[in-house]
């Protein structure tokens, strides 16, 4: 999997992301506008991720279907799927949107498949660090599954 971010408001929670991807085992992170990650909130998870920054994500997003990737936003949507429902597939690219405004018409045109996490309270969403967390998570317990001798 690479995660994959539209441009954030904030530092702290691009760091934080970069943290999970790292301990989720996720190699390649993709960051957009005025990204920069903060060491002392990634910790050693901005050393092991090989980190990009561009100035648009679209046509990194077309690069990334024409080598085989599946695209797939976390963003609530009338027609996103459950994650607890979803099954990713290996090669994925997980779109994380910015905390306030999510993913755009544009980024929502290019995606596979879209997912939302379940929110059963106040606030209606989940922190944008957060909800990458809780996605990784399952992609890597999804993946692990299916991997003979792995648990």
């Known amino acids: 999997m690479i995660v994959a971010c539209v441009p954030m408001r904030s530092n702290v929670n691009l760091s934080g992301i970069a943290r999970t991807a790292s301990a989720s085992g996720i190699s390649r992170l993709i960051l957009t506008g005025d990204a920069k990650l903060i060491s002392k909130i990634a910790r050693d998870g901005a050393d092991e991720l090989s980190v990009e920054i561009h100035r648009t994500l679209a046509p990194v997003l077309k690069k990334f279907?024409?080598?085989?990737?599946?695209?797939?936003?976390?963003?609530?949507?009338?027609?996103?799927?459950?994650?607890n429902q979803y099954q990713f597939a290996a090669k994925t690219v997980l779109v994380?949107?910015?905390?306030?405004?999510?993913l755009n018409d544009e980024i929502l045109g290019l995606l596979d498949d879209v997912v939302e996490i379940p929110v059963y309270g106040l606030p209606h969403s989940f922190n944008v660090s957060s909800a990458t967390a809780m996605a990784l998570y399952e992609y890597r317990r999804q993946l692990s599954a299916s991997v003979p001798g792995e648990e």
């Open 96 to 102: 994380i949107g910015n905390e306030r405004l999510g």
């Open 65 to 83: 279907r024409t080598d085989g990737y599946r695209l797939v936003g976390l963003e609530q949507t009338t027609n996103s799927r459950n994650l």
